[in-house]
């Protein structure tokens, strides 16, 4: 990684020049303050930041006095109340910074009639109108330096009354509220009681001094002017006018903000002397000019008020504070590509730098960046020293991607000091996140290139079968190398040209198949393993049946011709995959005998007489044959 981040200096911004006003844009009337120092009330002002034009515009809420709140050009610069180089970002001399002025008070329909009790006690906060920036481009993050927020307005009898010593006395300050989408308020320095949120900007405390550094004798105000002789006339403790800078993040070309006049009695805080809670409203003859207990002073230079017996005229509560604006210097990014002949991820003297590489400039979270003008970055090419740059960025955080030209890829990651190393990560060709500070320019964002290593995937096959060897047709089918395989590729096998092999006695097949299914080359070649079972065929057998299935005749082995079989008749034969053959025979049905019928009883009795030494004949034979059968037997026992 590149530089170390460096502090922000006064060095690292653009400041507005002094504020330029026109008569055409004067709206001075009788609302507007006396004081001489800011008596000129106008409704723009312009300035410019370098490069930059900015125009403000103040447009008074509708119900407003005209020339009541305003810009005036009367602003001088930020040491005008004592403000301190360290009250603000980057510890500029205030008096350096050229300030506008803005005064802010509460005219008709803030707080009551004018010219009432109403008014003048009035605690609370109420619009004046809006103020609008309009930038000549986009700028982004720019500060808003504020001094003086604050004030206070106060007034004593001057006579000794039957009922005692008043005074009347409030607090003012100015709200702002930011109106503008996308664009939010950022505390940028610690400064002096300012309360920031994203869209508001006030006092944190509201018994505020007029100056930003130093108080008066023992911190409080001797409202009765009597050099702190009666601490009767002392205000409440007091604490400095809201100082400091405020960063205006996001990306715009204009900003509108909103102006509130808040007025806080001094009665509203403790610790205060006497006259300040003086209530003489109820007492005959005298009233709230004599003090009611709230002694507000919420008052408008052009209606004088009675204070006592006396009418206090050209007294006013008026806040006026100064504004800056302040622009960011641009920061940049820098690098160069070069080729890493050694492959230890280092540069060397002798190493040649890479023209022609894409780089992109990417956010945070990795989406494209946009530069301090809020435009897309554009994606740049290195040049013939291998250099590379990014210009016009805001402050923020950053990622740098490089695209390797075909056949390359990146280096190994940090080896080495920052000025030799290798920024981005091989994987995703992208630097970790580079913390960019105002005007800072962040170099040594570098990455080495080196060669993409090829790797191939092949094949073996194996026989699954054991004490058995895989034959030459098998052998024969292991498929081609895959080459050109890049490093973490994920590849798969080839599958062989047939799963069978049909041999003498069997038949080999792709069973079960490669051991793996896929895999990721991880810097060398994969040889993916495939396995073959050897299965022998069946011995043939040759079947005699019936119609039904039944076995008429023995089994025989090998495959036989049909034959004949008493009292079946041979109908077909089937032979299965495996070659076994089965003939098939119908059942014959059994033979019935012919019954013999003589045509003349009287012959039938004559051949029966003539057949007498037939049949003595057969007797004697039968006879024979059984002695026969008898003496066997008994040669047998």
């Excluded at 009541?68 to 930020?78: E, P, V």
Aim: charged fraction near 20%.
């Amino acid at each position: 990684m590149g530089g170390v981040a460096q502090a922000v200096t006064a060095n690292d911004f653009e400041v507005n020049t002094a504020w330029t006003t026109s008569e055409e844009d004067n709206i001075t009337t009788d609302f507007t303050s006396k004081s001489p120092s800011y008596n000129r009330a106008y409704s723009k002002a312009s300035s410019s930041i370098g490069d930059v034009d900015v125009v403000s515009t103040f447009e008074k809420q509708a119900e407003r006095d005209e020339g009541a709140t305003y810009l005036t050009r009367q602003g001088t610069n930020q040491a005008a109340y004592k403000a301190t180089a360290q009250q603000f970002v980057g510890e500029p001399d205030p008096a350096s910074i050229p300030a506008l002025g803005i005064a802010a008070q509460g005219s008709t329909g803030s707080g009551g009639p004018l010219g009432s009790w109403q008014k003048l006690n009035f605690n609370g906060a109420s619009e004046v109108g809006t103020v609008t920036f309009k930038f000549s481009k986009k700028v982004t993050d720019p500060i808003i330096d504020i001094s003086g927020l604050g004030g206070y307005s106060y007034h004593s009898n001057d006579a000794s009354y039957a009922v005692g010593n008043f005074v009347r006395a409030s607090f003012n300050a100015t709200d702002m509220e930011l109106l503008t989408e996308g664009v939010k308020f950022v505390k940028a320095s610690d400064g002096e009681n300012l309360n920031v949120t994203a869209n508001t900007l006030e006092v944190a405390e509201r018994n505020t001094y007029n100056l930003s550094n130093g108080l008066p004798w023992s911190g409080r105000l001797d409202c009765g002017n009597r050099n702190y002789q009666y601490p009767e006339f002392y205000s409440p403790e007091l604490v400095q006018a809201g100082t400091g800078s405020v960063r205006l993040q996001g990306t715009f070309d204009t900003v509108k903000i909103k102006l509130l006049h808040h007025a806080v009695p001094f009665s509203a805080f403790e610790g205060a002397g006497a006259a300040i809670y003086a209530n003489n409203a109820d007492k005959p003859g005298y009233g709230p000019a004599y003090g009611d207990g709230i002694n507000g002073y919420n008052v408008l230079n052009n209606k004088p008020i009675m204070i006592g017996n006396q009418l206090a005229s050209n007294q006013e509560n008026l806040d006026f504070f100064r504004l800056s604006f302040r622009l960011p210097k641009s920061a940049q990014i820098s690098g160069k590509v070069w080729n890493d002949t050694n492959k230890d991820g280092m540069q060397a003297a002798t190493e040649s730098k890479v023209a022609g590489v894409t780089v992109k400039l990417l956010d945070e979270q990795g989406n494209p960046a946009v530069d301090a003008s809020g435009n897309p970055v554009a994606d740049v090419v290195t040049d013939d020293q291998g250099a590379y740059s990014f210009t016009n960025l805001a402050a923020g955080n950053y990622k740098v991607r490089f695209v390797p030209p075909a056949g390359q890829k990146l280096t190994l990651q940090g080896e080495g000091a920052a000025e030799v190393n290798s920024d981005a990560d091989p994987d995703t060709m992208t630097s970790e996140i580079i913390p960019l500070q105002i005007n800072e320019h962040q170099q040594n964002i570098d990455a080495g290139l080196v060669p993409v290593e090829k790797f191939k995937v092949t094949h073996k096959f194996e026989s699954a079968t054991p004490g058995m060897d895989l034959p030459k047709a098998v052998l024969d089918l292991v498929p081609a190398n895959q080459p050109d395989k890049a490093d973490g590729s994920k590849v798969t096998p080839t599958a062989p040209a047939k799963t069978e092999v049909k041999v003498a006695g069997g038949t080999w097949k792709f069973v079960p198949g490669y051991t793996e299914k896929d895999a990721t080359i991880e810097g060398a070649d994969h040889e993916f393993v495939g396995k073959w079972t050897f299965e022998a065929d069946a011995a043939v057998v040759t079947n005699y049946v019936d119609e039904n299935g039944k076995v008429i005749s023995a089994q025989q082995k090998g495959a036989n011709p049909q034959h004949n079989i008493k009292g079946y008749k041979y109908v077909r034969t089937v032979t299965d995959e495996a070659g076994n053959v089965t003939h098939i025979y119908k059942k014959l049905p059994a033979p019935t005998a012919k019954p013999t019928t003589p045509t003349n009883p009287g012959e039938s009795l004559r051949k029966t007489g003539s057949g007498t030494g037939v049949v003595l004949a057969i007797a004697l034979a039968a006879l024979s044959v059984g002695g026969v059968v008898t003496a066997l037997r008994r040669r047998h026992s």
